[in-house]
């Protein structure tokens, strides 16, 4: 059996959830210290993180610009932590976390497009049919908050 490495990872270090996975799979050992409470700074009453553009419903072509929209809060980076903060992740096709997934860095693939950058707008390639699009916001480390922030889903069709 091949002896484990280990290394203290804390949250800041790690900037998306594609670094823990290649991580685990050189067989490095880590522990990403619990988030720091939010209760004390949970959203603003009324936030909400929205789709601009394209509308719900709408016939699109290939690529699909995507405008992201957040009311009550701010934008900032990932690796920045700062109260009330968060950045985009766009959810292709796919659901939302729920339950114990919340406590975990977003995926990062083709259904799970982080914007850690702080990016209120993408570009996207989407094959032709039916699709559906959301936001859900991170926090400084792609993890979804202790009061997650999520869009309506919308549905697009692209020609």
Known sequence: MRAMKSATITCATIRCA??????????????????????????????????????????????????????????????????????HHLLVDADAPTGEELNDPLPADDNHIHFGGGQTQTTIELKPGKHTLQLIMGDASHVPHAKPLVSKKITITVE
């Open 18 to 87: 594609t670094l823990a996975a290649a991580l685990m799979l050189a067989g490095v050992s880590f522990s990403v210290p619990a988030r720091a409470d939010e209760a004390a700074n949970p959203w603003p009453d009324g936030a909400e993180a929205y789709i601009i553009s394209p509308a719900d419903g709408a016939t699109v072509k290939s690529p699909v610009t995507v405008l992201f929209g957040l009311k009550g809060m701010g934008v900032a980076p990932a690796g920045v932590s700062k109260p009330k903060t968060g950045h």
